[in-house]
């Protein structure tokens, strides 16, 4: 006889479990999760601050990239406001007829906004031609000198940073979906566990390989780390030569899996199926996709619909159904279904 579990028993009877990769592949574990480092992880980084910056949205990014200008221009512009300030040339009514033995540093810097002005006309280059450091006060040119060489520095990083978010192999992984929910069904005479995947771009992938880790509930509330292997067809272990349309793979279901006493047997224990998707355009940039599953998300006595048809006119064509699922032949009996709520559950 085939034990059903339902929902509301195998689920809803113990407390809800933060999850640990979301489906879109983020890590879940927020700043509770992180509490531990405390101060220290601010230090840490900042002190990757290249990192720092490309995992940083793209709002972030461009706020920071006009807030470092601007702080970078508002600093020099005191600086060289101070400058005209202890030369005397904020006392000079006249920068073209300045008083004999007076050498004034930078012409027309007679208020902060003129500072400002100059330091932006400086930093970008521009030279309107009313102001400019006169080669007679070596303050002026080597304040010059040290903008210009850390405005330089500082255009490098941004542009950079830029350059790198935009042509990140990680962007490819987008164009990579994960079947919403695992289905558990017949392939080939054995039961097993399927997940689906599909490259909505037609630009195809290659040396793609699927790795699984089953994080479980233990004694204590640890989490213990077991691999799960998935194949794909025919070819084994080995990775696929070529990803450009919806592929499916499965893990047995046997005595041996350590899947089995979490889906085939009673066991209520939380755990958490996280996939790895890794993959390389034909630039051989490498780029990895992730998601998660769940016990509810997770469908018994199910398959996935074929994804790949023929037209009228002899031309493959990819369904645009390829994550529907369709009834599955019955399951051994050895193992228990885990009903997800729709009310099918049956007896054999």
């Not at 509490?35 to 840490?44: D, F, I, M, V």
């Not at 940083?56 to 600093?75: E, P």
């Not at 016990?295 to 390829?322: C, H, I, N």
Request: charged fraction near 20%; hydrophobic fraction near 40%.
């Amino acid at each position: 006889m085939c034990k059903v579990l339902s929902k509301a028993e195998a689920v809803l009877s113990r407390p809800s479990c933060q999850r640990l990769v979301n489906k879109d592949g983020r890590c879940s574990l927020g700043s509770r999760g992180r509490g531990a480092l405390g101060q220290g992880r601010w230090l840490l980084a900042l002190q990757d601050m290249w990192g720092l910056m490309l995992a940083l949205r793209w709002r972030w990014v461009v706020l920071a990239f006009c807030l470092s200008f601007l702080f970078h221009w508002l600093l020099f512009a005191c600086l060289w406001y101070l400058l005209a300030h202890f030369n005397g040339d904020l006392d000079v009514p006249d920068h073209d007829a300045p008083p004999e033995g007076h050498i004034v540093c930078v012409k027309y810097i007679n208020s902060f906004t003129a500072a400002f002005s100059f330091s932006l006309e400086t930093q970008l280059t521009i030279g309107y031609g009313t102001m400019y450091p006169s080669g007679d006060c070596p303050s002026a040119i080597a304040l010059l000198a040290v903008q210009m060489l850390l405005g330089l520095m500082l255009e490098a990083f941004i542009t950079g940073a830029f350059v790198a978010k935009i042509a990140r192999p990680q962007k490819r992984a987008g164009s990579i979906q994960f079947s919403p929910e695992a289905v558990v069904g017949q392939h080939q005479g054995q039961t097993c566990l399927m997940i689906r995947a599909t490259n909505l771009l037609w630009r195809p992938l290659v040396d793609v390989r699927l790795n699984a880790v089953l994080y479980q509930e233990c004694e204590g509330q640890a989490l213990h780390q077991t691999t799960v292997d998935f194949y794909l067809d025919q070819l084994g272990g080995q990775p696929c030569p070529l990803f450009f349309f919806p592929l499916t793979w499965y893990h047995p279901l046997d005595r041996r899996s350590p899947l089995y006493p979490v889906l085939c047997e009673s066991s209520t224990a939380h755990f958490e199926l996280v996939v790895f998707l890794s993959a390389q355009e034909g630039s051989g940039d490498s780029c990895q996709k992730r998601t998660s599953y769940l016990r509810q998300e997770v469908q018994f006595d199910r398959r996935f619909v074929p994804a790949l048809g023929m037209d009228s006119r002899g031309q493959f064509k990819v369904s645009p159904q390829y994550f529907s699922t369709a009834h599955s032949k019955p399951l051994d009996k050895d193992c228990v279904v885990q009903i997800n709520g729709d009310g099918s559950e049956r007896m054999e």
